[in-house]
């Protein structure tokens, strides 16, 4: 666990530890906030949206979020960014003040609780299982194949890839970010898969060229960043 201030990019989105986003930056606020982190080599945290105060007007947003550092920028020519971003720690917002275009926040950032790896394994062994069977079956349904697949071997990291990929609402993968429980977090990802595989299955909801998943684009960026 460490504490330190970073700026905070509210975003209605779940970023995750070791998930690659691609985002475009163009309010002047938030284009500052680039280059304060850039010059200083500082971390941001994005944390999700759930609202807007209807008396200031500002976004509201989850107290849980997750620390991330820009790893590529590609200026445009109107003074605009298409940047990516790299997932790195979970963090509570323990304070924000204001003094710059952005907000800042003073963050606590921390990690699941400790776990027995003979405990973990058969759990990690069937997400890792159901992952592939979900990517693959996806793939099948517009013609194309897997290939060769190499999953994170660490429990938390591997866990977050399936939060990333299954589709799920994203209250879901607020609550996934914010579990601290390695086990119970592998085990509702594999009942997430199982349900998403039968759905695929169902000869009946959606033709094979709506299939082209944004689940296994999610899942290539954030295997890159592995």
Not at 97 to 126: N, Q, Y
Not at 152 to 166: E, Q, T
Request: net charge negative; proline share 7%; glycine share 4%.
């Amino acid at each position: 666990m460490a504490i330190r201030s970073i700026p905070l990019f509210p975003l209605n989105l779940v970023m995750l530890p070791k998930m690659i986003l691609p985002l475009h930056l163009f309010e002047e606020r938030y284009t500052e906030m680039l280059e304060y982190c850039v010059d200083r080599e500082s971390a941001f945290g994005i944390v999700m949206l759930h609202g807007v105060d209807v008396t200031t007007g500002e976004p509201m947003y989850h107290s849980v979020g997750c620390t991330a550092e820009f790893v590529r920028v590609d200026p445009t020519k109107d003074g605009r960014y298409n940047v990516h971003v790299a997932g790195e720690e979970r963090f509570r917002v323990l304070d924000t003040h204001d003094g710059m275009s952005f907000r800042m926040a003073l963050v606590e950032t921390f990690d699941d609780e400790p776990c027995d790896i003979d405990t973990l394994r058969p759990w990690t062994e069937k997400a890792g299982a159901l992952l592939t069977r979900f990517l693959e079956k996806h793939l099948s349904k517009s013609g194309e194949e897997l290939g060769d697949v190499d999953l994170p071997d660490d429990p938390v990291i591997l866990s977050f890839a399936c939060v990333c990929v299954v589709p799920v609402p994203i209250n879901k993968r607020q609550e996934m970010l914010e579990l601290t429980d390695t086990l119970e977090r592998l085990q509702i990802v594999c009942g997430w898969l199982s349900e998403a595989i039968e759905r695929i299955d169902d000869p009946a909801p959606l033709v094979a060229a709506q299939l082209r998943p944004m689940e296994l684009v999610r899942f290539n960026r954030y295997h890159c960043s592995n």
